[in-house]
């Protein structure tokens, strides 16, 4: 076997221990999710309320999280490091 050959199969197992990894941390936080109080309203029934509009609230929530997007994008200025974005030598 090759020295190329070897190298290959050394980072053949650090992959497969770095992907078992990632897929422990899908899982960890795919619980995490699944016991989060908002998950178990959306996908549990309510006899008060039709589960078609359960995820209406979220369109009026999209505008308030996207202004903070806008405001620390075009209106905060973060010293020298504003500069980097090119978006902000608009203004």
Known sequence: MT????GLLLSAGTAGSSMQEVLDTVSE???????HPLHGWLSEPDEHIEGERKPWFSLYFVNFIMYFRELNLYYISYGADRNRD???GVW
């Open 3 to 6: 020295s190329t050959n070897t």
């Open 29 to 35: 936080r795919t619980h995490r999710i699944e016991d």
């Open 86 to 88: 090119p978006l902000l």
